[in-house]
């Protein structure tokens, strides 16, 4: 089976082996949120798992953001302002990020 994956500009190209029930997944859509920014500030505050990231941030000398390649389609001027605000609130300069 040959597949095509949404990898780096081009793409990838593979050829699968026969044999197993090989079965390709679709991305799901989701309809826009209504208030971004205040979903993303939610989210900050009160994360799904784990504990909110003033918290994390509070007393650590640096931080890394890990960002997406271009194939995959991520808000970042949305989300990013918040994220680094957040993180500058509690003490890590730009600098340190």
């Known amino acids: 089976m040959r597949i095509q994956l ?4 081009a793409g990838l190209a593979l050829d ?3 044999g197993p ?3 390709m997944l679709d991305v799901r859509s989701a309809p826009p ?3 971004s920014d205040t979903a993303i500030a939610q989210a ?3 994360p799904v798992a784990g504990r909110p990231l003033a918290e994390l941030a ?6 890394a953001i890990s960002v997406c390649d271009v194939t995959r389609p991520v808000p970042y ?9 957040c993180l500058e609130r509690n003490g890590i ?3 340190a990020i």
Do not use: I, V
Request: hydrophobic content about 40%.
């Open 6 to 9: 949404a990898f780096g500009r």
């Open 16 to 18: 699968l082996p026969s």
């Open 21 to 23: 029930d090989w079965q």
């Open 33 to 35: 949120l209504p208030d």
């Open 44 to 46: 900050l505050e009160a």
């Open 58 to 63: 509070r007393g650590a000398r640096s931080a």
């Open 77 to 85: 001027r949305t989300m990013l302002p918040p994220l680094l605000a």
């Open 93 to 95: 300069t730009r600098e």
